[in-house]
């Protein structure tokens, strides 16, 4: 398996347990890595034949935008099954 890693997404958002942290909301800073075969995308050259990461980064961002949460660790499940939504992901890791 091959990796791409996007490392300091930057979005701000509302999450937290507390109710300052959900008010005051802060920027929130996400590493993701993918583990995939870029095989076929380094034949072709195309970006079709892999993971577009700056649309990826996108919805990251807004996932990190969205809907508040009280845990991290749920933050980054979601960020997760965004990567995975894509079937080409083996694999994803996620830090928040």
Known sequence: MDRIVLTGLRAFGHH???????????????????????APAAASDDVADTVDYGALAERLAAVIAGPPVNLIETLAERLAQVCLADARVAAVEVTV
């Open 16 to 38: 937290g347990v507390y109710d300052f942290e959900r008010a005051e909301g802060q920027e929130f800073v996400a590493d993701v890595a993918l583990e995939l075969d870029l």
